[in-house]
């Protein structure tokens, strides 16, 4: 019953954004569409080709600040995690807690800080402003060292023995043992990346995200209503899709690390 409550919205949206207007605003709502159409579809073509940015340029934006965002996150996290975790360095046990400690910090009290440590780097209408705060996202580096604590040294010293250089340890043999932990930072931060709005940190109209023209097509009133269900469709399709081929390895991940 929880199952089939859940996935209730997803079963909205498809189906809204194949609703014409009379059935989208017909009461009491339905579910499902009964005269299926593509016009949501056309008339979204036809928005985007009145736009003064290209929709491409919307869509470039959105899929390079995601790849770069969710790599770099990645990286910084997982060679962080691998020193925490297998060396004792000064003041490691300060900084675990630290960590811990910053997750009970919603974005919205972080994001006065973030504005002012990005504008003194004068990294303001770029996208780095959305990139560098991912990549220092306290949320990745606690995931990839408590996988990471529990990754045998005896894996570690029998590489050295063989010769193995720092690098080749870390990629060969620590990060495909971690596999889960990294897949499920990939979603988590695909998922946050794919519909960032970046409106705090990005001014230029050729700089912003997917969701600002998203944000656009919505308020153009109620006619647009079943362009906007069409559109939400297409945003929402990526994330899902990623999310199905991994889900195994988040499942994986929550389990091995204590989180709910």
Not at 16 to 26: M, S, V
Not at 78 to 87: E, F, I, T
Not at 118 to 137: C, E, F, H, K, R
Request: proline share 5%.
């Amino acid at each position: 019953m929880c199952g089939i409550l859940s996935i209730l919205p997803l079963l909205l949206i498809v189906n809204n954004a194949f609703k014409p207007l009379d059935e989208i605003f017909k009461f009491p709502p339905t579910i499902f569409v009964r005269n299926p159409t593509l016009n949501n579809f056309a008339d979204l073509g036809v928005v985007l080709g009145t736009s003064l940015v290209p929709f491409s340029r919307y869509l470039f934006n959105t899929v390079l600040v995601t790849i770069l965002g969710t790599f770099g996150h990645v990286l910084v996290a997982s060679m962080c995690g691998y020193v925490l975790a297998k060396y004792r360095i000064p003041g490691s046990v300060f900084i675990s807690s630290l960590i811990v400690y910053s997750l009970m910090f919603p974005g919205s009290v972080t994001a006065t800080p973030h504005y002012i440590i990005l504008n003194s780097l004068g990294l303001i209408d770029t996208y780095w402003s959305i990139i560098l705060p991912v990549m220092a996202g306290s949320l990745g580096l606690y995931l990839m060292r408590q996988f990471m604590v529990s990754v045998p040294m005896d894996y570690i010293e029998s590489a050295k023995l063989d010769g193995a250089s720092e690098s080749r340890i870390y990629w060969s043999i620590v990060m495909p043992l971690v596999k889960p932990a990294w897949v499920t930072l990939i979603i988590l931060d695909f998922q946050s990346l794919w519909s960032t709005y970046g409106a705090t940190t990005i001014y230029r109209e050729d700089y912003k995200m997917l969701s600002y023209a998203i944000n656009q097509i919505a308020t153009a009133g109620v006619a647009r209503t079943g362009t906007l269900h069409a559109v939400t469709l297409i945003m929402i399709s990526v994330p899902i899709a990623v999310f199905i081929f991994s889900q195994s390895n988040v499942m994986d991940t929550m389990a091995h690390s204590g989180m709910k």
